[in-house]
């Protein structure tokens, strides 16, 4: 058994996450073990867990949230007329406080000392996840490599790793293809 500390990362499957996968164990020495709460979204998530594995994850939690989301979260808010800006429905907002109480449930589970999330420094979802991580678990550090590195830092770091090992499987589309590009006709 290893004698690292863990980290519990709530983890999409893109490649941000995946990159921080890689980023946690060799930059900050957590063993990761990774978090990809299904929501209803039409994702695979035994594909992502699989992802998070071959990526490196010592091990890939899944949770079934779809029936407290919406019972807890989408229909008192719906029923309270909430809206983001005056404009539109809340929806990615309501999944962050819940996703962090699944993140502190693993942590506890697996004896995990941090959590991570791929929030950037900008936004509020990093709000989101700190406070609700903070007011459930306020022994647990609050890991955030893409704030504390920067964005282009963890996609040039991940991209350098992904050139020098071929050993990260991902898919890139759309943006972060074209980043991989860039960064690639860089080094």
């Known amino acids: ?56 994850a010592l091990s890939a939690h899944v949770a079934d949230a779809r029936r407290v989301f919406v019972d807890a979260f989408c229909f008192p808010t719906l ?10 429905p809340l929806a990615t907002a309501l999944a962050r406080p819940l996703i962090a109480k699944l993140l502190v449930d693993v942590a506890r589970e697996e004896g995990a000392n941090a959590v991570a999330h791929g929030c950037t420094g900008k936004g509020n979802d990093q709000v989101r996840f700190d406070v609700a991580v903070g007011a459930l678990a306020p022994e647990l550090r609050v890991v955030a490599p893409v704030r504390e590195t920067s964005v282009v830092g963890v996609a040039i770091w991940g991209v350098w790793r992904l050139r020098e090992r071929r050993a990260m499987p991902l898919k890139l589309a759309g943006a972060a293809a074209t980043l991989a590009g860039v960064v690639m006709v860089a080094l």
């Open 1 to 56: 058994m290893s004698t690292r500390q863990r980290c519990v990362l709530a983890y999409s499957g893109g490649l941000d996450t995946s990159v921080a996968i890689r980023w946690l164990q060799e930059e900050l020495g957590y063993d990761v073990i990774t978090l990809t709460a299904d929501l209803g979204e039409s994702k695979d998530v035994d594909t992502v867990a699989s992802r998070a594995l071959r990526t490196g």
């Open 79 to 88: 029923a309270a007329g909430a809206v983001y800006e005056g404009v539109y």
